[in-house]
């Protein structure tokens, strides 16, 4: 996320749908404001690459669906962000507002030094009003290195990290797991 929003008046949430669909670039929008989303590295590509193939493949004969970086999360009134993965078990849309989903069951951002502090902050904060959340993680793009918040009952949100190639991102709302080996797949691997 840009750490400024871009230059325009107070934006309504049908202009800024407009602006973000026409542009062809993922924005995030805050209470009138637009906030442009910034380059991807070929790390962060990768990731989200890998996440996104791994938990289709094992989501594909379930209730479960998982969205890329283009479809926006509702988080309330004022407010909708762009996650790089999302996941719902049998999503809801809201009709107005670009389609955007209502429920995720789990979401993931990969980490760069632009985007870390807000998507640990003001992001989060606002994915935790969301009731259907059940897991958030975080995925690290220079090192193997994921961070999990799982809610439990009565909303408590419990953290955990995940730090050994050999581990596993246990998704026990969405009934699926993903290996950190194939998370991060060929990001290390010198490019050719």
Known sequence: MATQPLPFPYL???????????????????????????????????????????????????????????????????????????????????????????????IIEILSPSTADYDRGKKWEGYRLLPSLMHYCLIHQDKVHVERFDRHEGGLWMFSDLLEPDATLDLPAIGCGIPLEKIYRRVFEPSS
């Open 12 to 106: 309504s949430e049908a202009q800024f749908f407009a602006i973000d669909e026409a542009a062809g670039v993922y924005s995030d929008y805050w209470d009138g404001a637009m906030y442009p989303m910034v380059a991807a590295s070929r790390e962060h590509a990768l990731i989200a690459a890998n996440v996104i193939g791994e938990l289709m493949a094992k989501l594909e004969s379930g209730p479960c669906q998982v969205f890329g970086t283009g479809l926006h999360v509702r988080l309330r009134d004022g407010a909708y962000v762009a996650p790089d993965v999302a996941v719902a078990c049998s999503p809801k849309f809201e009709p107005s507002a670009g389609g955007s989903l209502l429920n995720p069951t789990a």
